[in-house]
């Protein structure tokens, strides 16, 4: 008895309501750009300068008490959170401290790491620091602009290599998807106010790289199908492929979404943003392959005479010349 | 039809079991990592193992490959600093030293330019004020006599100073080229200092590297916290020996040109007015190491080269009854009374030390000084603690990612499930035969590339078996199925993987740090993905099917 996800042959219409579901992503992303611009990005040090203690103590942690002990310092802007995790043992009581940027300091100097520690050693003795970490301003202004560099890049590579490998409405119709999914994947952290620090940046990427491959598997088989059905109208060509890679997509999804759902419940929580950044991206990725980049492509329209093309770009296809066809 | 030479078959199981070699020994962590110690430190030591070395020798057979996976800072806890070399600190030095050259110099013709004096300037430049306006184009030429071609700059011709006049005063600066070089060399300087410093301290493998113009990247790991890492390379130990010309508690005393004025360590609130010309300095030391003064107080004793040796040999001949400081950056340590002559060029430091600070001190003497400043723009410590905590939660995660993935696709695909799963565990062996091949380092993000690869991994295959499952309901025959099922399968899973290893790529160029090790399992993890789904599943379907040789089959 095999499991079976998605039935064998499947004619559902992914363009029934394009309009609705385009419509709705459009929104989606610009809600996303709004949320963003009012609420803003949670910035952790490596893009914000500062610093970033993490507290281990035996007895539970009263916010409260650790601000105003800290407050006292006049380090100015001070934020403290209590981390929880499943993992964690009874007498494990963790929190994370932040502490802006110092004037006239690039990293923070040992000294005022000293003070931090001895006052909340006060309040309480088995109190210690499992990581201090320390970002000038000078770094993390130079790491901003080479993540912001970075995702860039990588659209542009993207964009050119599908326009080598495909058509030039491929390349947009990829690109629209991943805009699409990593602009809403900075709104949900805006929204939920989820640490933005360097690894998100690697995240980002992680999405934009895994909603590309899920976008070029079915642009490969619309390819194919545009080749096997000359006559049939476009859009009937596009569900054709998007069906035949149905069983395909559903697979891949689940089996990467099994692996970081572990990973986010038993992974520990310095991770867990990033792990949930991924987890929002194959979700939002999945869905933005189908109903995102093929309705650019749609509405951008193809060629449809791909023979001949195929034959003179044979020398640039990885794929042997289809025998059957 | 489906025919697999044996020659491939052999290349493709040989390039798996070769992978899975190199992989095995992170398998047997502690003990790899206790031969690698020892057979380092026997080396080091000369070919002789003490007995604990012997007993740690064994544990591990020579024959077989010894690299492991090293795991990151945040893995296995410590420090990274991100320091950033003052390389302008080194231009006002050579201006100091170029001064009394330009005294000399000009003195001679003091018919033609008159009374000269050193003016208030910023630190990159010497200012000379001439007396008699007249003769600036003599002074010129004949300071311009005293500039040198640059050496080892990338400008051949170039000389290293840039001199000109600004009214009555002679206008010395570093010229771009010279800048350069000096800039270079101060790099290289520092960052060998900064190894030796932290090599004296022993810890296990250290990473040190010039960073960008001015920026050394240093990971130690294994220590608490990054102060120790800091106290040794944040200070500059630059010893100097002064005459000193007066004592005073006064720290507003007017301070001539030609002369410095430094507080004592000893003391609060005494300070030395000493000659700002040193008569020797630390960089002409040999030797130095922690010892006991006749009063059995911490001290360093040191030894200078023969040329500081007869500098200091001959100062303290001529100054015997008078005192000279003993200066460590800027601070009097102390400053005791010549009482003879003394030759041979070794002596010994006292001061208020501790036994600690004398043994630091003879570290920083015996490593050299820094040639500038640095600051710090960057520091993470991670406890080991934490490390451990993120290896157990991620070893956990993966376990029961790689379970559930397993048995999905076991459930989905039957018998080829039992293929694609092999496949997939050949895969992250694999993974980990690349990573210790290539020295590279695990961090946290690595370990969720790793689990994410677990995950994408099967895509290939994934692609390749739905490929066949469609191909058997048109294809003629099982055996035709098959190979349409890769041929075809061939297309999307290259460009699907091409595209993501392209950022991967983009990660590994832009990313620093803990980025830098996702990407690189991520872009290993593609590269053997690829390998097992077109190469590996494939020999293991044909060789079933070669056995079996079935009329249909389902997937």
Redesign the interface.
């Given at each position: 008895m095999r499991l079976k996800l998605v039935p064998q042959d499947t004619t559902i219409d992914f363009f029934k309501h394009w309009k609705t579901t385009f419509g709705a992503s459009m929104v989606a992303m610009v809600l996303s750009l709004v949320v963003v611009a009012i609420i803003g990005l949670n910035f952790g040090i490596d893009f914000r300068g500062g610093t970033s203690v993490r507290t281990q103590a035996e007895e539970p942690i009263d916010i409260a008490e650790y601000r105003a002990a800290v407050e006292g310092l006049g380090f100015g802007d001070v934020n403290i959170t209590e981390v929880y995790d499943p993992g964690f043992a009874d007498d494990e009581n963790v929190a994370q401290i932040n502490i802006q940027a110092q004037e006239g300091q690039e990293s923070v100097g040992s000294d005022t790491i000293a003070e931090l520690e001895r006052t909340l050693q006060e309040i309480d003795p088995t109190l210690s620091f499992t990581s201090v970490e320390s970002v000038g301003p000078t770094v993390s202004g130079e790491l901003i602009q080479a993540a912001v560099l970075a995702v860039a890049a990588a659209l542009g590579a993207v964009l050119f290599y599908i326009w080598l490998r495909f058509e030039w409405q491929f390349s947009l119709g990829a690109v629209a998807a991943l805009v699409h999914d990593v602009t809403l994947t900075l709104g949900i952290f805006a929204i939920l106010q989820i640490r933005f620090d360097l690894a998100i940046i690697a995240a980002l990427l992680t999405i934009v790289g895994y909603s590309l491959n899920d976008t070029v598997v079915v642009f490969d088989r619309i390819r194919e199908n545009l080749v096997k059905y000359k006559k049939r109208p476009l859009k009937e060509v596009f569900n054709i492929s998007i069906n035949e890679t149905l069983s395909r997509t559903v697979m891949t999804s689940v089996t990467t979404l099994l692996a970081l759902l572990s990973l986010f419940v038993l992974g520990g929580d310095v991770i867990r943003g990033f792990v949930f950044a991924m987890i929002w991206g194959v979700i939002v990725g999945t869905y933005s392959s189908v109903f995102v980049s093929s309705a650019v492509l749609l509405f951008l329209g193809v060629k449809r005479d791909w023979s001949k093309a195929t034959d003179e770009a044979a020398g640039t296809r990885f794929a042997k010349p289809n025998k059957e066809a | 039809m489906l025919h697999i030479p044996i020659w491939k078959r052999i290349i493709i199981w040989g390039l798996c079991a070769t992978a899975l070699i190199f992989a095995m020994p992170n398998l047997f962590y502690d003990r790899v990592e206790r031969y690698s110690d020892a057979e380092r430190m026997v080396e080091m030591a000369g070919e002789i193992a003490t007995d604990e070395q012997a007993v740690d020798l064994d544990l591990w057979p020579g024959w077989l490959p010894s690299t492991i996976v090293h795991l990151g800072l945040?893995l296995r806890g410590g420090a990274h600093l991100?320091a950033?070399v003052q390389v302008e600190d080194v231009y006002a030095d050579r201006m100091d030293a170029l001064w009394p050259a330009v005294r000399d110099l000009l003195r001679d013709e003091r018919d033609t330019v008159g009374n000269i004096r050193r003016q208030e300037s910023e630190p990159a430049e010497l200012r000379v004020q001439i007396s008699e306006p007249d003769g600036m184009d003599r002074a010129l030429e004949l300071v311009r006599d005293l500039a040198q071609p640059v050496t080892g700059g990338a400008a051949p011709g170039s000389t290293d100073l840039d001199i000109g006049s600004d009214g009555d005063e002679i206008v010395v600066t570093l010229s771009d080229a010279e800048r350069r070089a000096t800039d270079d060399r101060t790099m290289r300087t520092a960052v060998e200092i900064v190894r030796n410093r932290i090599d004296e301290v022993g810890t296990r493998e250290p990473n040190i590297q010039r960073q960008g113009a001015q920026r050394i990247l240093i990971q130690v790991p294994g220590v608490d916290?990054?102060?120790e890492i800091?106290e040794l390379i944040g200070t500059t130990a630059r010893l100097t020996f002064h005459p000193v010309l007066d004592s005073t508690s006064d720290p507003d005393t007017t301070v001539d040109t030609g002369e410095a004025l430094f507080p004592s360590m000893e003391e609060e609130g005494r300070y030395y007015l000493v000659e700002s010309a040193h008569v020797v300095s630390g960089d002409q030391l040999v030797d130095a190491q922690p010892s006991f003064d006749e009063n059995n107080r911490p001290a360093v004793n040191f030894r200078f080269n023969p040329a500081g040796g007869r500098a200091f040999g001959d100062f303290t001949a001529e100054n015997i009854g008078s005192p000279f400081a003993i200066v460590l950056d800027d601070e009097v340590i102390s400053a005791p009374v010549i009482r003879s002559h003394i030759p041979g060029g070794s002596g010994i430091i006292t001061g208020d030390f501790t036994v600690e600070e004398s043994t630091q001190l003879a570290v920083l003497l015996r490593s050299g000084a820094l040639p500038a400043e640095l600051?710090?723009?960057?520091?993470?410590?991670?406890?080991p603690?934490?490390g451990q905590?993120?290896i157990d939660?991620?070893r956990?995660?993966?376990i029961?990612?790689?379970a559930?993935?397993l048995g999905?696709?076991l459930?989905?695909?039957?018998l080829f499930g039992i293929i694609a799963n092999i496949a997939l565990l050949l895969n992250i062996g694999m993974i980990f035969g690349l990573l210790s091949l290539i020295g590279a380092t695990l961090t946290?993000?690595g370990?969720?590339g790793i689990?994410?690869t677990?995950?994408?991994a099967?895509?290939a295959t994934?692609?390749i078996f739905?490929r066949i499952?469609?191909e058997l309901r048109t294809a003629k025959g099982p055996a035709r199925a098959i190979e349409l099922g890769y041929?075809?399968a061939?297309?999307?899973i290259?460009?699907?993987?091409?595209?993501?290893f392209?950022?991967?790529g983009?990660?590994f160029?832009?990313?620093?740090?803990?980025?830098r090790g996702?990407?690189v399992t991520?872009g290993l993890g593609i590269l053997t993905s690829v390998f097992t789904a077109l190469f590996i599943t494939r020999l293991m379907i044909v060789m079933w099917f070669e056995r079996k040789r079935p009329k249909t089959f389902?997937i």
């Amino acid at each position: 008895m095999r499991l079976k996800l998605v039935p064998q042959d499947t004619t559902i219409d992914f363009f029934k309501h394009w309009k609705t579901t385009f419509g709705a992503s459009m929104v989606a992303m610009v809600l996303s750009l709004v949320v963003v611009a009012i609420i803003g990005l949670n910035f952790g040090i490596d893009f914000r300068g500062g610093t970033s203690v993490r507290t281990q103590a035996e007895e539970p942690i009263d916010i409260a008490e650790y601000r105003a002990a800290v407050e006292g310092l006049g380090f100015g802007d001070v934020n403290i959170t209590e981390v929880y995790d499943p993992g964690f043992a009874d007498d494990e009581n963790v929190a994370q401290i932040n502490i802006q940027a110092q004037e006239g300091q690039e990293s923070v100097g040992s000294d005022t790491i000293a003070e931090l520690e001895r006052t909340l050693q006060e309040i309480d003795p088995t109190l210690s620091f499992t990581s201090v970490e320390s970002v000038g301003p000078t770094v993390s202004g130079e790491l901003i602009q080479a993540a912001v560099l970075a995702v860039a890049a990588a659209l542009g590579a993207v964009l050119f290599y599908i326009w080598l490998r495909f058509e030039w409405q491929f390349s947009l119709g990829a690109v629209a998807a991943l805009v699409h999914d990593v602009t809403l994947t900075l709104g949900i952290f805006a929204i939920l106010q989820i640490r933005f620090d360097l690894a998100i940046i690697a995240a980002l990427l992680t999405i934009v790289g895994y909603s590309l491959n899920d976008t070029v598997v079915v642009f490969d088989r619309i390819r194919e199908n545009l080749v096997k059905y000359k006559k049939r109208p476009l859009k009937e060509v596009f569900n054709i492929s998007i069906n035949e890679t149905l069983s395909r997509t559903v697979m891949t999804s689940v089996t990467t979404l099994l692996a970081l759902l572990s990973l986010f419940v038993l992974g520990g929580d310095v991770i867990r943003g990033f792990v949930f950044a991924m987890i929002w991206g194959v979700i939002v990725g999945t869905y933005s392959s189908v109903f995102v980049s093929s309705a650019v492509l749609l509405f951008l329209g193809v060629k449809r005479d791909w023979s001949k093309a195929t034959d003179e770009a044979a020398g640039t296809r990885f794929a042997k010349p289809n025998k059957e066809a | 039809m489906l025919h697999i030479p044996i020659w491939k078959r052999i290349i493709i199981w040989g390039l798996c079991a070769t992978a899975l070699i190199f992989a095995m020994p992170n398998l047997f962590y502690d003990r790899v990592e206790r031969y690698s110690d020892a057979e380092r430190m026997v080396e080091m030591a000369g070919e002789i193992a003490t007995d604990e070395q012997a007993v740690d020798l064994d544990l591990w057979p020579g024959w077989l490959p010894s690299t492991i996976v090293h795991l990151g800072l945040d893995l296995r806890g410590g420090a990274h600093l991100l320091a950033e070399v003052q390389v302008e600190d080194v231009y006002a030095d050579r201006m100091d030293a170029l001064w009394p050259a330009v005294r000399d110099l000009l003195r001679d013709e003091r018919d033609t330019v008159g009374n000269i004096r050193r003016q208030e300037s910023e630190p990159a430049e010497l200012r000379v004020q001439i007396s008699e306006p007249d003769g600036m184009d003599r002074a010129l030429e004949l300071v311009r006599d005293l500039a040198q071609p640059v050496t080892g700059g990338a400008a051949p011709g170039s000389t290293d100073l840039d001199i000109g006049s600004d009214g009555d005063e002679i206008v010395v600066t570093l010229s771009d080229a010279e800048r350069r070089a000096t800039d270079d060399r101060t790099m290289r300087t520092a960052v060998e200092i900064v190894r030796n410093r932290i090599d004296e301290v022993g810890t296990r493998e250290p990473n040190i590297q010039r960073q960008g113009a001015q920026r050394i990247l240093i990971q130690v790991p294994g220590v608490d916290s990054a102060d120790e890492i800091k106290e040794l390379i944040g200070t500059t130990a630059r010893l100097t020996f002064h005459p000193v010309l007066d004592s005073t508690s006064d720290p507003d005393t007017t301070v001539d040109t030609g002369e410095a004025l430094f507080p004592s360590m000893e003391e609060e609130g005494r300070y030395y007015l000493v000659e700002s010309a040193h008569v020797v300095s630390g960089d002409q030391l040999v030797d130095a190491q922690p010892s006991f003064d006749e009063n059995n107080r911490p001290a360093v004793n040191f030894r200078f080269n023969p040329a500081g040796g007869r500098a200091f040999g001959d100062f303290t001949a001529e100054n015997i009854g008078s005192p000279f400081a003993i200066v460590l950056d800027d601070e009097v340590i102390s400053a005791p009374v010549i009482r003879s002559h003394i030759p041979g060029g070794s002596g010994i430091i006292t001061g208020d030390f501790t036994v600690e600070e004398s043994t630091q001190l003879a570290v920083l003497l015996r490593s050299g000084a820094l040639p500038a400043e640095l600051t710090f723009l960057e520091e993470r410590t991670i406890g080991p603690e934490l490390g451990q905590d993120s290896i157990d939660a991620g070893r956990i995660a993966s376990i029961v990612a790689l379970a559930a993935v397993l048995g999905f696709m076991l459930l989905s695909y039957g018998l080829f499930g039992i293929i694609a799963n092999i496949a997939l565990l050949l895969n992250i062996g694999m993974i980990f035969g690349l990573l210790s091949l290539i020295g590279a380092t695990l961090t946290l993000p690595g370990i969720a590339g790793i689990v994410l690869t677990i995950g994408m991994a099967v895509d290939a295959t994934v692609l390749i078996f739905e490929r066949i499952r469609e191909e058997l309901r048109t294809a003629k025959g099982p055996a035709r199925a098959i190979e349409l099922g890769y041929e075809k399968a061939m297309s999307a899973i290259l460009d699907a993987n091409i595209t993501t290893f392209i950022t991967a790529g983009i990660l590994f160029a832009m990313g620093a740090g803990p980025v830098r090790g996702f990407a690189v399992t991520l872009g290993l993890g593609i590269l053997t993905s690829v390998f097992t789904a077109l190469f590996i599943t494939r020999l293991m379907i044909v060789m079933w099917f070669e056995r079996k040789r079935p009329k249909t089959f389902a997937i």
